[in-house]
């Protein structure tokens, strides 16, 4: 059974409660470290909304890869229900997390579309974001799945740009025992109902 659910980015805290509120609980509410002059700023925003019992998934900010390790930082205080993380650093951060007693924390990967379907970059970090080389999709999800990340992030998705390539993705995926795909990055919703109907 397919389950869809929104990571947003919100104005305030009490909007973050009224998205959480119409939507069923069917959202994570983004923080986004990147905005904050430290990790210590961030931990308190992520626990402000927790107290308050708002899902919250602690991001990097516009995929920056700089912020990789104050990602993992704020996941370890705060454990969060879900935590965008580059690929490079997703595995270290599920370590992190379950040396903490944070097994239930779902943390993504970052991969990026190549513009030819089938193929995708893992290049994603501060440094391998330098490299422009691709592996194909059934590669990287088998790499996922040997690490034990449950999710893929594909971004940026480009509205309908990389349909063809997203697809490709998903079904690598599923096929290595990968059952969440968060596509991000200029999607509307008619352009998530065409991704729906391409998988």
């Given at each position: 059974?397919?389950?869809?659910?929104?990571n947003?980015?919100?104005?305030?805290i009490?909007?973050?409660?009224?998205?959480v509120?119409?939507?069923?609980?069917?959202?994570?509410i983004?923080?986004?470290?990147?905005?904050f002059?430290?990790?210590?700023?961030?931990v308190r925003?992520?626990?402000?909304m927790?107290?308050?019992?708002?899902?919250?998934s602690?991001?990097?900010?516009g995929a920056d890869p700089?912020?990789?390790?104050?990602?993992?930082d704020t996941?370890?205080?705060?454990?969060?229900?879900?935590?965008?993380?580059v690929?490079?650093g997703?595995?270290?951060t599920?370590?992190?997390?379950?040396?903490?007693?944070?097994?239930q924390?779902i943390v993504n990967?970052l991969?990026?579309?190549?513009?030819?379907a089938?193929?995708?970059s893992?290049l994603?970090?501060?440094?391998?974001?330098?490299?422009n080389?691709?592996?194909?999709?059934?590669a990287?999800?088998?790499?996922?799945?040997?690490?034990?990340?449950?999710?893929?992030k594909?971004?940026?998705i480009?509205?309908?740009?990389?349909?063809?390539?997203?697809?490709?993705?998903?079904?690598?995926?599923?096929k290595?025992?990968?059952?969440?795909?968060?596509p991000?990055?200029?999607?509307?919703?008619?352009?998530?109902?065409?991704?729906?109907?391409?998988?």
């Amino acid at each position: 059974m397919t389950q869809i659910k929104l990571n947003v980015l919100v104005a305030d805290i009490k909007n973050a409660k009224e998205i959480v509120d119409a939507t069923n609980g069917n959202v994570y509410i983004g923080v986004m470290v990147k905005s904050f002059a430290s990790v210590d700023e961030a931990v308190r925003s992520v626990n402000e909304m927790q107290a308050m019992g708002i899902p919250v998934s602690v991001g990097l900010g516009g995929a920056d890869p700089a912020m990789w390790s104050k990602v993992a930082d704020t996941a370890i205080k705060t454990k969060p229900v879900h935590v965008n993380q580059v690929y490079p650093g997703a595995g270290y951060t599920i370590a992190a997390l379950r040396a903490v007693g944070s097994e239930q924390t779902i943390v993504n990967a970052l991969v990026k579309p190549s513009g030819i379907a089938g193929k995708v970059s893992i290049l994603t970090g501060p440094m391998t974001q330098n490299y422009n080389e691709y592996i194909s999709c059934a590669a990287a999800a088998a790499a996922l799945s040997e690490l034990n990340i449950p999710s893929v992030k594909f971004y940026p998705i480009g509205g309908d740009k990389h349909l063809g390539e997203v697809a490709a993705m998903v079904k690598a995926a599923v096929k290595a025992g990968i059952t969440m795909f968060e596509p991000t990055g200029g999607i509307k919703v008619i352009q998530l109902v065409q991704l729906l109907k391409h998988v």
